[in-house]
């Protein structure tokens, strides 16, 4: 068997990044692009607009049209760019970041050009229903009126998607599971803590405070339970704790539920893997991957993931995969 020397998997491997960075700048110029597009068009019609709207804007209306709900104008136009700038940029931010999936990159960057042009379509609608009205309840927006930002969105999505270039898949080998001394009959435990980013919990304790004080200013004392649920959520989505001893795998989350264990009888084998948290469709919580199975994502990173005998498989992203890893496999194989 030949052997390829070191310095041309290097190469390679350099030849690889190199590619997959030209891809992720030409998919963020494709991104940019129709997001700079959308917001130039958003504010040359407000602008231009302005003085033909009445003092009040319908922001919310009936099936059959008619305005159920206004407020005014400033406070109407505020909201809505608010609406238009804050989720494209956050989802742009994620393109932009590593944790972005290569595979589904495309998909991102088309989903985030269809929800922009949606989301102007609408407003455009919105505004144009309002021209030359001198009362927002006069304002009519039939339901059918919604159906350009529907086909906008998915017709602009869909050339975002085939333009962008798409990004090569990158391998991400692991190791061989380094085995661990341990004498027969020994008994060894190994527990270690899986926790979700530093921004992911402020922004969970920013949704708590800023809810909890809405509520409180607008006396709306029966919704509190609201930032209760979401404070409840973030505790047990943002950490959990694993445990590998001669019972087999056990994971709990700090307030005890959700929990579950994999009996060491049913474990056929446990390995170090690289989580990407897109593939679960983000960070935090429970999830299901199709080829990844059940997986408890507090992160990205290195994960512990367990095949049970069943051929289901769970992930657990934990500090240390490869010593509870190393230290699973060499249990399991020990019965």
């Not at 959308?38 to 033909?52: D, I, Q, Y």
């Not at 009362?135 to 998607?161: I, N, Y």
Request: glycine share 10%.
């Amino acid at each position: 068997m030949t052997r390829v020397p070191e310095a041309d998997h290097a190469g390679a491997d350099r030849a690889a990044l190199q590619q997959d960075a030209r891809a992720r700048r030409g998919q963020l110029t494709v991104a940019s692009v129709a997001l700079v597009l959308c917001w130039a068009t958003v504010a040359v019609v407000t602008v231009l607009w302005w003085s033909r709207l009445p003092g009040d804007l319908a922001h919310q209306f009936a099936t059959d049209g008619a305005a159920q709900a206004v407020r005014p104008r400033a406070a109407a136009v505020v909201s809505s760019l608010l609406g238009l700038v804050v989720p494209p940029a956050a989802f742009l931010a994620v393109i932009a970041s590593r944790w972005a999936p290569r595979t589904a990159s495309r998909l991102y960057v088309g989903s985030l050009v269809g929800l922009t042009a949606g989301l102007t379509c609408g407003y455009v609608i919105l505004l144009h229903a309002h021209l030359d009205l001198t009362d927002a309840w006069q304002a009519r927006l039939p339901a059918a009126a919604l159906e350009p930002s529907v086909l906008a969105g998915v017709a602009l999505g869909a050339v975002a998607a085939w333009v962008a270039p798409a990004r090569p898949r990158l391998d991400r080998p692991t190791g061989p599971l380094r085995r661990l001394p341990l004498a027969p009959g020994a008994v060894a435990v190994w527990t270690a803590r899986g926790v979700a980013p530093g921004w992911a919990r402020g922004v969970l304790a920013a949704a708590v405070v800023v809810s909890t004080v809405t509520l409180l200013l607008q006396s709306r004392w029966t919704m509190l339970w609201l930032p209760l649920l979401i404070a409840v959520l973030a505790v047990a989505c943002t950490s959990v704790r694993v445990t590998v001893d001669a019972r087999g795998l056990t994971w709990r989350t700090p307030l005890g539920l959700p929990r579950g264990r994999v009996p060491l009888e049913d474990v056929t084998g446990a390995e170090v893997v690289q989580v990407n948290p897109a593939e679960y469709g983000g960070w935090g919580g429970f999830r299901i991957a199709p080829g990844h199975g059940f997986g408890v994502v507090m992160r990205g990173g290195s994960a512990l993931r367990v095949t049970r005998r069943s051929g289901r498989r769970l992930t657990v992203t934990v500090d240390d995969a490869d010593t509870g890893a190393a230290l699973l496999d060499q249990l399991a194989h020990r019965v």
